[in-house]
């Protein structure tokens, strides 16, 4: 099911496959932060400037957010905690990355004297494909492998969309989880990119509002990739780190923006009704995670329909901070400011 040596020399030193993935993804990275800021008139040496701070704030975020949730390990299995600064033998967060990162985006807008929120909207654009190259890269680690499934007409017929491990005759089909988030970190740039588009021909649109789209998805579609994970990579009981910090990243967007609705002056019910979906929906996956660890029992065990019910309600949860955002910068909210302008 992987490779069992993902290691290659290059001039005398030992590289890994990992690393390759890892290193393509900072150039996309760069690249796209350097030719949006230019094409948006940003102050030169934004993006050469993130990139000094961000691989370090991220790598050290990254590291950190890991071990506060690895201390027994270093503690009591290791018995040895200095080897927390080991970074570079592996053991790093995707949630502590994407918050280095996006400090480091914040700390370059200021020594540039750029808008902070102008520098996360050009970071959060090509992020999506940076963590799409990332992801391929865990097909040479142990992560990225899914929940074990039963074969069927669908492992016959798309078996490409599965792991594969023999033993003798039988073979385990195991969900490809890091392709499927591949292909969705393509997915959220592609979104990403055409709301970004969108929201430039919006009088009421503001600097920031492509980050907080883009938060809004990578969170909603984190909490189904991640609970598809059966790689025991930051757990908390049954509940994944990861989960918990995608949901985050979704509930803090749609705060954001539920206070900017309410200062346009939107109706309060529409408001309500906003976050009463999101915590039905939140509500409703945290059952569905006890139904898939079964802790919870309702009906016939059934993988396909606990998924299939959360990938509804992640899909719902996004939507309550999509629909704010496009009432604030092109609904009713934004032609009433643009009313009062005129008057």
């Known amino acids: 099911m992987r490779a069992m040596d993902s290691t290659f020399t290059i001039l005398g030193?030992?590289?890994?496959a990992y690393g390759l993935c890892a290193s393509a993804a900072a150039l996309v990275l760069l690249g796209g932060m350097a030719i949006l800021?230019?094409?948006?008139?940003?102050?030169?040496?934004?993006?050469?400037?993130?990139?000094?701070?961000?691989i370090p704030l991220?790598?050290?975020?990254?590291?950190?957010?890991?071990?506060?949730?690895?201390?027994?390990?270093?503690?009591?299995?290791?018995?040895?905690?200095?080897?927390?600064?080991?970074?570079?033998?592996?053991?790093?967060?995707m949630p502590g990355l994407l918050a280095g990162l996006a400090l480091a985006a914040v700390i370059s807008a200021r020594l540039v004297k750029a808008r902070p929120a102008a520098a996360l909207d050009v970071m959060c654009i090509p992020m999506g494909l940076s963590i799409a190259l990332l992801r391929l890269g865990e097909q040479f680690t142990d992560l990225g492998v899914g929940k074990a499934v039963k074969e069927g007409t669908l492992t016959a017929a798309m078996p490409w969309l599965f792991l594969q491990s023999?033993?003798?005759?039988?073979?385990?089909?195991?969900?490809?989880?890091?392709?499927?988030?591949?292909?969705?970190?393509?997915?959220?740039?592609?979104?990403?990119?055409?709301?970004?588009?969108?929201?430039?021909?919006?009088?009421?649109?503001?600097?920031?509002?492509?980050?907080?789209?883009?938060?809004?998805l990578l969170g909603a579609s984190q909490i189904l990739l991640e609970s598809l994970r059966d790689d025991g990579h930051m757990l908390v009981i049954f509940l994944r780190v990861g989960q918990l910090a995608a949901a985050l990243m979704t509930v803090i967007a749609c705060a954001v923006l539920s206070v900017r609705y309410a200062r346009l002056g939107g109706g309060r019910v529409r408001l309500w009704l906003d976050w009463a979906v999101m915590l039905l929906c939140v509500a409703g996956?945290?059952?569905?995670?006890?139904?898939?660890?079964?802790?919870?029992?309702?009906?016939?065990?059934?993988?396909?329909?606990?998924?299939?019910?959360?990938?509804?309600?992640?899909?719902?949860m996004f939507a309550a901070p999509a629909s704010l955002l496009r009432r604030v910068c092109g609904g009713s909210c934004a032609r009433r400011v643009s009313g009062r302008a005129r008057v």
């Open 13 to 16: 030193l030992t590289a890994h």
């Open 285 to 316: 996956i945290v059952l569905l995670e006890f139904s898939l660890d079964g802790r919870l029992s309702w009906g016939e065990p059934s993988m396909g329909r606990d998924y299939a019910l959360m990938a509804v309600l992640c899909t719902a």
């Open 58 to 93: 991220g790598i050290v975020c990254a590291r950190v957010s890991y071990c506060v949730f690895h201390l027994s390990d270093f503690w009591e299995t290791y018995e040895n905690p200095w080897l927390m600064l080991r970074f570079f033998d592996g053991g790093l967060a």
């Open 166 to 216: 023999r033993m003798g005759v039988a073979v385990e089909y195991r969900l490809n989880v890091w392709a499927y988030e591949a292909v969705a970190g393509v997915l959220i740039f592609i979104a990403t990119l055409a709301a970004s588009r969108w929201l430039s021909r919006r009088e009421c649109s503001r600097q920031g509002d492509t980050a907080l789209f883009f938060m809004a």
């Open 37 to 54: 800021a230019r094409r948006r008139r940003m102050p030169a040496g934004l993006a050469g400037l993130f990139g000094l701070l961000g």
